[in-house]
């Protein structure tokens, strides 16, 4: 009965290769977000979905791009990965865009080496 | 540019004490303010809020308090459990605006 759920919750990989974290909520909320978490533990916005539409967009490489099939699953795929993306990627969502209260997943560990 | 800034990243308190958290922010335009509790290996599940509005805001042992001239809040824990050992995040928005902003967090540690 997880809200938020996210997999894998590790991923190790090689620098270069190409890879997917998923995530869905059963909340029937209309909002879903990317976060990632750095070294230095800033939890920073990548991406949000409203019913399927992207809505933010911050300042990430095109070697990230996000995929919401429906309003209940964002997926993250992230092309010929690099060191520097090592990080733990959150998912979360919100009743709708403009609520305040948004319901994270556990977090994803990625590690490149 | 970090607007939102938690500047004590560590923090203990012994059990029964008053823990009090601290966020400090630039962005005047910020309107509404959160806290997150972070668990270890668990994403950060909502505490309490407040808007601008108010200069305070209770929720059973919590209460966050807002001075909008200093751009400050803080966050009350009292008395003090052993389970409220985690890490705690200030996060604020921007009426009308879809992002949170996040400050870097405040590990909290409840002496028994």
């Known amino acids: 009965d997880t809200a938020v759920s996210q997999t894998p919750k590790y991923l190790v990989t090689q620098m270069g290769n190409d890879k997917s974290i998923k995530c869905e909520q059963n909340?029937?909320?209309?909002?879903m977000y990317w976060y990632k978490q750095d070294s230095k533990k800033f939890l920073k916005i990548m991406f949000s979905?409203?019913?399927?539409?992207?809505?933010i967009n911050e300042t990430v490489p095109n070697r990230f791009s996000p995929k919401s099939p429906d309003k209940a699953h964002l997926n993250l795929h992230i092309n010929s990965l690099e060191l520097g993306d090592s990080a733990v990627y959150f998912c979360?969502?919100?009743?709708?865009?403009?609520?305040?209260?948004?319901?994270f997943g556990p977090g994803t560990r990625l590690t490149v080496t | 540019d970090q607007q939102v800034k938690q500047n004590s990243p560590s923090l203990s308190v012994q059990e029964g004490r008053i823990s009090i958290l601290n966020c400090d922010y630039t962005?005047?335009?910020?309107?509404?303010f959160l806290w997150y509790k972070k668990y270890p290996a668990e994403g950060p599940t909502f505490l309490i809020s407040?808007?601008?509005?108010?200069d305070k805001n209770e929720d059973g042992r919590f209460t966050v308090f807002l001075n909008k001239s200093a751009k400050h809040l803080s966050l009350h824990i009292v008395p003090s459990q052993p389970g409220d050992s985690a890490v705690y995040f200030c996060?604020?928005?921007?009426?009308?605006?879809?992002?949170?902003?996040f400050g870097t967090g405040t590990r909290l540690t409840i002496i028994p």
């Open positions: 979360a969502s919100s009743q709708d865009s403009h609520s305040y209260e948004q319901y």
């Open positions: 909340l029937g909320h209309d909002t």
């Open positions: 979905y409203n019913n399927k539409e992207l809505i």
């Open positions: 962005n005047s335009m910020f309107d509404y």
């Open positions: 407040i808007s601008s509005i108010k």
């Open positions: 996060a604020a928005r921007v009426f009308g605006n879809e992002k949170l902003t």
